[in-house]
């Protein structure tokens, strides 16, 4: 019996030549939309559970290979900032870019773009799918990781999804696309395993940065939800390394654009100071985006 098989699509591999004559590159294809069919390049390496030994030796196997060690040696690396905006813009503001822009047309006939007015951030918005798109990190530019989402209904009340592994999807999913990696705990699920305000990376999700290009993070709710508030945990793996997380964010529901604007970073501790209180800490931690007046 002779079984036809349907050809594979081609996956495009982005491969750049590092200083020290090595490749390094990762699978590239088509960006999928949130729960939707995808290319076999955008789908994260099956899951195998791993024994905590295993999951640690993973970890430290990244330490020892990751592409940020060049940051420690190299001068010009120093306060680097990369958001996916035009860098031969006319503006040099960054904060020009994160605004909504309208194209007008001046009196000669040539178009012109205006920061629009047609944006704010809405009251108690309600839809089905969440979507943040990452724009830039703290520094790191290769790597970015959240350690936790904290999402509240119209109510106050936390949402807890019903099924995490299917309701929750990230593009790109996590390290592990790349080719050196295959067995790294830090996966999208860890954004909603209720264990945020910590500095384990067994709770924290990391996938490569790539500057120009949009890092999503998909959440398909459990019905039409309205949304009172946001918490997002920044990467606080330590002070060195929250400088993977997340700087400039986009918050869209069902395509609608909720936010736009820069999240703190991180604190790289969990325990608060001496004259702190325990919920300074947590401030340290996490950005609240609030969608409500209601105390």
């Given at each position: 019996v002779r079984v036809r098989t349907r050809p594979q699509a081609p996956i495009a591999v982005n491969i750049t030549k590092r200083e020290d004559g090595k490749h390094a590159g990762a699978r590239q294809g088509a960006r999928r939309k949130p729960f939707s069919s995808s290319s076999p390049a955008q789908q994260p390496k099956p899951r195998i559970?791993?024994?905590?030994?295993?999951?640690?030796?993973s970890m430290a196997y990244f330490d020892r290979t990751n592409?940020?060690?060049?940051?420690?040696?190299d001068d010009s690396m120093t306060d680097v900032h990369f958001v996916?905006?035009?860098d031969k813009a006319e503006s040099s503001s960054l904060d020009g870019h994160f605004k909504l822009k309208e194209v007008i047309e001046s009196t000669r006939g040539k178009p012109?773009?205006?920061p629009s007015s047609l944006f704010s951030i809405p009251t108690l918005p309600a839809g089905d799918i969440l979507s943040f798109n990452i724009l830039s990190t703290w520094g790191d530019p290769y790597y970015v990781g959240l350690m936790g989402i904290d999402l509240f209904d119209g109510t106050g009340h936390p949402i807890v999804l019903d099924?995490?592994?299917r309701q929750l999807v990230a593009d790109p999913p996590d390290i592990n696309i790349l080719p050196e990696y295959s067995d790294d705990p830090r996966t999208v699920d860890n954004l909603m395993d209720g264990v945020n305000h910590t500095c384990d990376d067994l709770h924290a999700w990391l996938a490569p940065f790539t500057p120009g290009?949009?890092?999503t993070v998909s959440v398909k709710l459990n019905g039409r939800t309205t949304i009172s508030m946001i918490r997002v945990w920044n990467y606080n793996k330590s002070r060195i390394h929250s400088y993977r997380g997340v700087r400039y964010l986009e918050i869209s529901l069902d395509d609608q654009m909720i936010f736009k604007g820069e999240v703190k970073r991180a604190a790289g501790e969990i325990m608060p100071s001496r004259d702190a209180s325990v919920a300074d800490g947590v401030d340290a931690c996490s950005e609240c985006i609030l969608f409500t007046v209601d105390s």
């Open positions: 559970n791993r024994t905590l030994t295993e999951k640690y030796k592409q940020s060690r060049r940051l420690d040696d996916n905006v035009d012109l773009s205006i099924d995490v592994e290009r949009n890092h």
